[in-house]
C-alpha cells in the first residue's frame, strides 16, 4: 500500500498504539545499548506453546499441561480474546480438540483450576432451533488445525462448520473481532451473557441498532462462591439485519432484551454483498458507562488491521527489554514465548477514567493503573523478582495494587481473581511477593502500609473476613505447622521474606522476630529419616516416611519439600550430613526432571520444585546447576503444544526458564541473591531505566552449559553468585562457557550466602574427604537379583535405584580398599535417601575391619536403628578390607538389606 491511504493507515496504528500504551499505564522503551536497535521479536512467539499436556507422569490435577491460551491479548491485559474448545485444560483451550465452543473475553495464563471465559461469543449460520440457553454446546464448530494460526495479539480460524472464518485482536480493555462468512442471509453472531468455565450465571442483553450492551456475572474460581460483574458494549460495522434473545429454553425473535440465568441474544447479519463483519468489545467491572469510555479511548474506529499491529508492536515494545542473540531457532522461540507469557498476567483492573473496584467491592479512583490477579503461591519463586528485573516500572504500579488490596481488603492478596480472595493453595506468599520486588529495587510504593500488611496477617488479620494464616495460632505456639510440613514450610518462607523487608526499611524489631520464626523450618526437618516430614501436634515424628508418598503435603512429597529452605541450604545439607551427601542427593533427585506428585524426583511442573537445581551451587558444585538446569530446559521444555511441562501459573513457569536462559536465578524468595549457572545465549540485554544489564557468553550455547570464569564490570570473580546490586545500574556480567566443568564456583567460600540469624544454626557436618570405597572391588551376599550387586554400593551414587540389595541368610557386604591404608570414619547410605520407604533402613549391623581378608575386627556395633544415614567414626587403624554385616536389614521385619552407599574414609 502507498500514497495518502497508507500514511493516514500509519498514523492511525501509531494512535491506537499509543492509546494501548498510554490507558495501561505501560512505560516507554528504555533507550537500547549504543548501536543496538529494537528487534522484530514476536516472529519468535508461539502462542499454542503450552496448550496442551506435557509428560508428567502424575501431575496435579489440572496440572498436565500448561493451560496456556492462544487467543488475542496485550501485556497485562484486561481483555484475553481467545477459543473456548470442548475439553480444554482450564485454561478453557487445548491443542488437541478440533472444535469451538465460543471466543470468550476472559482468561487465565495457566491456572489449574477452570476460571473465566466470560462473555461468550460465537458466529453461526443458518436457522436459530434449540435455545442456546439449554443447548449451547450443540452450536460449537468444527475446524482444521490448518486453519488455525495465532500470534502475539491475533488469533485467525476458521469454523468448518459455518464456513466462516474468525480473526481476534485486542487492546488492554478491548476486544476487535473480524469476521467473514459465506454468502447468505442468515450470518449470525450469538452472544451468551450468563454461561462461564464454572457455571451460568445471572446476565443481561440489550441490542439497540449495531450495539448491544449488558452486563455477565462470573466467578466461582477454584469451588468459590465469590463472584464478580462485568459490564460490557459490542458495538459493529454496519446493523443488523435481525436480532433476538433467549432465555433458558425460549428463543424470541425480534427480542431486544432480557436478563436471568442461561441468558443471552443474537445478531443477524445480510452477507451476500459484503462478506465481512467486523466488532469490537469494551469491557469494565466498575460500569456500562466505563465500558463504553474503554471502548471509545482504545478501540475507536473498525480497523481491525490497525489494531492487530499496534498489538504487534506493543509485544515487540516490551519483549525488546530482554534482547538475546545469537541462539538457536527452537531457543529463541521457546525464550520469547516464555517471556511473553511473563507479561500476561496480572491484568489491569482499571479503566481509563482511574477507576476500579476494589477489594472492599467499592469504586475507587487512582492515578496509576491498578493490577489484579495474583496467583501468589506459584508466582513468588521467581516471576516477582523477574518482573522486578525486567519491568520496574509496570512493578511498582503491581506493588502499590497489592497494597491498595490490603488496605481494601485486610492483607496483602494470596491467590486473588479480580476483586475477590479465593485463599487457593498453603502460606502466606503475599509478603514474598512485595518482599522480592522490593529486593529487586522496585520502589515508589508504600512500604510502611506494606509491612504493616504483613506483620498483620501473623496477628490475626483476614482477609475479606477469613485470615490467610489460618494455622498461625498452632504454628507460634508448637513452632511448625503440625497438620501440614509443607505448609509450615510456606510460613517460614513468608516469615523470611518479612524479616528482610523489615531490615530493609529499617524496622528491627521486625526483623529479629520474623527471622527467628523463619528458622522454624529446622522442627519439620527430621534427622532419622533425612526428610521435612510430618509431625504431631504432641512433637512426635511420624515414622516411616515415604519420600514419594504426597499424603499430608501440598502438591508435593518429603523428596521434594526437603529442598525447599532456599534461604538456609547451609543449614540443610549440614543436617543432611554434609555437601558430598547432598550432591548424592540432589543427583537421586534428578533422576527424573517432571516426576509429578509421587515419584521422589524433581518435578519442574510444579512452582516448590522450582529452585532446587541452584541446591548444587550451595553444595559448592555449581556443575550440578548446570547440568540439571540444561537438561530440564532441553528436555521438559519443548516448542510443542504440550512444550510447559505444568501449569505456567499466571507466568510462573515460564519466568523458571527466562531465568535459566539467562544464566541466573533469584534462589532466595525475599532476598536479592542471584546464583549463577552460565547463559544459554551469547548475547543477552537486559535494557532497564536505570541501565542495560549486558550479559555476554563467550562460547555459550547447547553443549556448553559449564561455567568457567565469570567477571561483574571486568572483575574476576569465583563466587557462584552475585546479589542485585551488583547488576543494578548499567552492568556488565561476562561468562566463559565450556563443555566440562571447571573449578568454578567449587571453594567453601564460593556458595551463596545462608542466612542464620535468628538461631543456632546446625552444626557443620565434617568434611571426610575422599571415599576410599568408591570404585573400589566389592562382594558381598546374593543379590536380590542382577541389577542390585554389591559394586552398586560403592559407586559413589545414589541415582537410578543404585544400590546393593540382598535377602541371603547371612547378608554382608564387603569392600578390599586395594592396599592397607588408615581408616577413621564410615557412612552408610540406606534405603531411605534412595527414595524407599525408611522403614527398610537398616535396623542393626556391625562393621568390621581387617588387613588380611581372614582376620577382622568388629569396630562399630548399631542396633535399633532407623536412620536414613549413619556416621560412624572410630580411633584410627590400618585397613585394607572393610565388611559391613547386616544383622537386621530392615526396621519393620523385611527380610531384605537394601545399601545404597558404604563409604570408608581417612
Same mark, same amino acid.
Given at each position: ?14 494512535? =491506537? ?11 516507554? =522503551? ?8 529494537? *528487534? ?21 490435577? @489440572? ?28 485454561? /478453557? ?5 478440533? @472444535? ?28 436459530? /432451533? ?7 454446546? $450443540? ?102 439485519? /435481525? ?54 479511548? +482504545? ?26 542473540? /545469537? ?11 516464555? *517471556? ?112 504493616? =500488611? ?5 496477628? @490475626?488479620?483476614?482477609?475479606?473476613? %477469613? ?8 504454628? *507460634? ?8 510440613? #509443607? ?13 528482610? &523487608? ?19 523450618? %529446622? ?85 516448590? +520444585? ?15 546447576? #548446570? ?12 516448542? @510443542? ?57 563467550? $562460547? ?7 561455567? %568457567? ?37 567449587? $571453594?567453601? !567460600? ?8 535468628? &538461631? ?19 562382594? $558381598? ?6 541389577? +542390585? ?18 535377602? !541371603? ?92 552407599? &558404604?563409604?570408608?574414609?581417612?
Amino acid at each position: 500500500m502507498s500514497g495518502p491511504l497508507s500514511t493516514l493507515h500509519r498514523r492511525l496504528r501509531g494512535a =491506537l498504539l499509543a492509546a494501548v500504551l498510554a490507558g495501561a499505564g505501560l512505560a516507554a =522503551l528504555p533507550a537500547t545499548p549504543a548501536g543496538a536497535a529494537a *528487534l522484530a521479536l514476536t516472529q519468535y512467539v508461539n502462542p499454542f506453546i503450552g496448550t496442551d499436556n506435557s509428560n508428567s507422569p502424575n501431575p496435579v490435577p @489440572g496440572g498436565a499441561g500448561g493451560s496456556t491460551y492462544p487467543g488475542a491479548v496485550v501485556p497485562f491485559g484486561m481483555v484475553q480474546f481467545s477459543p473456548d474448545t470442548p475439553t480444554a485444560s482450564p485454561s /478453557g483451550y487445548r491443542y488437541s480438540d478440533t @472444535g469451538i465452543e465460543e471466543f470468550s473475553l476472559t482468561h487465565f495464563n495457566g491456572a489449574g483450576c477452570a476460571n473465566n471465559e466470560d462473555l461468550g461469543l460465537l458466529p453461526i449460520t443458518g436457522a436459530i /432451533g434449540t435455545s442456546p440457553g439449554t443447548g449451547w454446546t $450443540g452450536y460449537a464448530g468444527r475446524y482444521t488445525k490448518a486453519n488455525e494460526s495465532a500470534a502475539p495479539g491475533y488469533y485467525k480460524n476458521k469454523l468448518d462448520t459455518y464456513n466462516t472464518t474468525v480473526e481476534l485482536s485486542a487492546t488492554q480493555r478491548s476486544g476487535a473481532m473480524k469476521l467473514t462468512y459465506p454468502n447468505t442471509t442468515s450470518a449470525r453472531l450469538l452472544v451468551n451473557t450468563s454461561r462461564s468455565a464454572t457455571g451460568s450465571r445471572n446476565g443481561s442483553i440489550s441490542i439497540s441498532g449495531s450495539q448491544i450492551t449488558g452486563a455477565v456475572t462470573g466467578g466461582g474460581f477454584c469451588g468459590s462462591s465469590k463472584t464478580y460483574q462485568i459490564f460490557y458494549v459490542i458495538q459493529f460495522d454496519r446493523a443488523p439485519s /435481525g436480532f433476538g434473545t433467549w432465555l433458558g429454553s425460549t428463543v424470541s425473535a425480534g427480542s431486544s432484551s432480557t436478563s436471568g440465568t442461561n441468558s443471552g441474544g443474537y445478531v443477524t447479519f445480510d452477507t451476500s454483498s459484503n462478506a465481512t463483519v467486523q466488532a469490537k468489545v469494551g469491557i469494565s467491572f466498575v460500569s456500562l458507562a466505563n465500558a463504553q469510555a474503554n471502548l471509545a479511548a +482504545e478501540n475507536p474506529g473498525f480497523d481491525f488491521a490497525g489494531i492487530r499491529g499496534a498489538a504487534d508492536t506493543s509485544w515487540n515494545n516490551v519483549l525488546n527489554r530482554v534482547q538475546v542473540t /545469537g541462539g538457536a531457532a527452537a531457543d529463541l522461540q521457546k525464550f520469547y514465548t516464555a *517471556l511473553y507469557h511473563v507479561f500476561q498476567n496480572p491484568n489491569i483492573a482499571s479503566d481509563t477514567n482511574g477507576q476500579y473496584r476494589g477489594f472492599d467491592q467499592a469504586v475507587h479512583t487512582a492515578s496509576h493503573t491498578v493490577y489484579q490477579n495474583y496467583s501468589g503461591w506459584d508466582i513468588y519463586r521467581s516471576w516477582a523478582a523477574l518482573i522486578g528485573l525486567v519491568a520496574p516500572n509496570e512493578a511498582s504500579d503491581i506493588a502499590k495494587s497489592m497494597v491498595l488490596d490490603g488496605q481494601q481488603g485486610g492483607l496483602l492478596p494470596k491467590w486473588s481473581h479480580n476483586s475477590n480472595e479465593h485463599f487457593v493453595m498453603t502460606g502466606d506468599p503475599g509478603p514474598i511477593i512485595v518482599g522480592s520486588m522490593y529486593a529487586f529495587g522496585v520502589r515508589g510504593f508504600d512500604t510502611s502500609a506494606a509491612l504493616t =500488611l504483613m506483620d498483620k496477617s501473623s496477628n @490475626g488479620g483476614t482477609a475479606q473476613g %477469613q485470615a490467610i494464616r489460618g494455622r498461625e495460632s498452632g504454628y *507460634l505456639s508448637r513452632h511448625y505447622v503440625y497438620e501440614d510440613p #509443607s505448609d509450615s514450610l510456606e510460613y517460614s518462607a513468608s516469615d523470611f521474606a518479612i524479616a528482610q &523487608f523489615a531490615k530493609a526499611v529499617g524496622d528491627t524489631t521486625k526483623y529479629t522476630t520474623y527471622m527467628q520464626r523463619a528458622q522454624w523450618w %529446622q522442627n519439620v526437618f527430621g534427622t532419622d529419616s533425612g526428610y521435612v516430614q510430618p509431625r504431631g501436634s504432641d512433637g512426635t515424628w511420624a515414622w516411616p516416611v515415604v519420600p514419594s508418598s504426597n499424603s499430608g503435603y501440598t502438591e508435593g512429597n518429603p523428596s521434594q519439600y526437603t529442598w525447599m529452605v532456599p534461604y538456609n541450604y547451609q543449614g540443610v545439607i549440614n543436617l543432611m550430613g554434609g555437601r558430598q551427601t547432598a550432591v548424592q542427593r540432589l543427583d537421586h533427585h534428578f533422576t527424573q526432571l517432571n516426576g509429578g506428585l509421587t515419584q521422589p524426583y524433581f518435578y519442574i511442573g510444579n512452582e516448590p +520444585e522450582h529452585g532446587v537445581p541452584w541446591a548444587y551451587n550451595y553444595a559448592a558444585h555449581p556443575q550440578g546447576t #548446570s547440568s540439571a538446569v540444561r537438561r530440564v530446559m532441553n528436555e521438559s521444555f519443548t516448542t @510443542g503444544a504440550g512444550g510447559l511441562p505444568g501449569n505456567d501459573d499466571l507466568g510462573a513457569t515460564s519466568a523458571w526458564y527466562v531465568f535459566a536462559a539467562l544464566g541466573m536465578y533469584p534462589a532466595t524468595p525475599g532476598a536479592d541473591v542471584l546464583a549463577l549457572h552460565g547463559p544459554l545465549f551469547p548475547s543477552a540485554s537486559i535494557i532497564r531505566p536505570s541501565g542495560t544489564i549486558q550479559i555476554t557468553g563467550t $562460547g555459550a550455547g547447547q553443549g556448553a552449559q559449564y561455567v %568457567q570464569s565469570v567477571s561483574v564490570d571486568g572483575v574476576s570473580t569465583t563466587r557462584s553468585w552475585i546479589r542485585y546490586g551488583d547488576i543494578a545500574g548499567a552492568s556488565t556480567l561476562s561468562y566463559s562457557m565450556g563443555s566440562s566443568p571447571s573449578a568454578w564456583g567449587t $571453594g567453601t !567460600a564460593d556458595v551463596p550466602p545462608s542466612y542464620n540469624d535468628g &538461631f543456632t544454626p546446625p552444626a557443620a557436618a565434617p568434611e571426610l574427604g575422599t571415599n576410599l570405597a568408591q570404585g573400589k572391588a566389592a562382594t $558381598g551376599s546374593a543379590p536380590c537379583n542382577s541389577a +542390585e550387586v554389591p559394586a552398586n554400593a560403592v559407586d559413589g551414587s545414589l541415582a537410578n535405584n543404585s544400590k546393593f540389595c540382598s535377602t !541371603a541368610a547371612t547378608k554382608y557386604l564387603q569392600v578390599d580398599l586395594g592396599s592397607a591404608q588408615n581408616v577413621s570414619s564410615f557412612v552408610v547410605k540406606h534405603a531411605g535417601l534412595g527414595g524407599e520407604t525408611t522403614s527398610w533402613n537398616t535396623g542393626a549391623f556391625t562393621i568390621q575391619t581387617s588387613t588380611d581378608g581372614s582376620t577382622w575386627t568388629t569396630v562399630a556395633s548399631v542396633s535399633g536403628a532407623r536412620a536414613s544415614r549413619t556416621y560412624h567414626p572410630i580411633t584410627t587403624r590400618s585397613a585394607r578390607y572393610v565388611k559391613l554385616n547386616l544383622t537386621t536389614p530392615a526396621n519393620d521385619g523385611n527380610g531384605a538389606a537394601r545399601i545404597y552407599e &558404604f563409604e570408608v574414609y581417612r
